[in-house]
């Protein structure tokens, strides 16, 4: 096995755009020919890191793996890791299919259809459709009263609208709205750090 290391965000961007890399750290396991067997997206520790590798060489808990295991399975956490393993693929229409299929066999507000509703908004996010992301988020809010999908979705919204569509005012809103929501929650620091940072800006730029 030989290990490389690229700068994608700058020096070497083709290989990330090749391999459809949209966060990092992300480790692509290839073969000989460059095709991938399998990815991890995010940070792990060495050995579980090295167990994962080499349960990939392997063929175990690989795409071609978990799909032969569909084929006779209706395990929606089976169908959950699918479609997450096409969505860091770069391949948000096959990850769809198979997020909606999570929802489609259990509960619409169970948590799998949580995380799958969460995954779906995400995308949305991913793809650059703003708008259309705040109003799923909104709907999740909506839906899923009460549980940390909720939560979560407040804080989605705020970051959109201050990273993504520049409107200040709207997202010092979000935060104290979920300041004021969940003020016991672990994310209440955060959010009052935020809208103090926001607010300065605003005050900045007059």
Do not use: C
Not at 65 to 71: F, G, I, N, P, W
Not at 102 to 129: C, H, Q, W, Y
């Amino acid at each position: 096995m030989i290990f490389v290391k690229a700068h994608a965000e700058a020096a070497d961007s083709l290989t990330a755009k090749k391999y459809n890399v949209s966060g990092f750290p992300t480790f692509v396991l290839v073969d000989s020919k460059g095709e991938e067997i399998d990815r991890i997206v995010g940070y792990m520790e060495a050995e579980p890191f090295l167990a994962q590798i080499n349960d990939y060489m392997n063929g175990i808990g690989t795409l071609d793996d978990l799909l032969s295991k569909v084929k006779e399975s209706k395990d929606r956490t089976l169908y959950f890791e699918i479609a997450d393993k096409y969505k860091y693929r770069g391949a948000p229409d096959d990850a769809k299919i198979w997020f909606e299929k999570v929802i489609a066999d259990g509960k619409p507000t169970d948590s799998l259809s949580g995380e799958a509703t969460f995954a779906l908004a995400d995308m949305t996010l991913r793809n650059k459709e703003y708008e259309s992301a705040i109003d799923k988020f909104a709907a999740i809010e909506k839906d899923f009263k009460g549980t940390s999908f909720a939560e979560m979705a407040i804080l989605y919204s705020a970051y959109i609208y201050r990273a993504k569509i520049n409107d200040t005012a709207k997202s010092i809103s979000e935060y104290e709205r979920f300041v004021k929501m969940y003020p016991a929650s672990e994310d209440a620091e955060y959010a009052t750090k935020k809208i103090s940072e926001l607010k300065g800006e605003t005050i900045e730029s007059k």
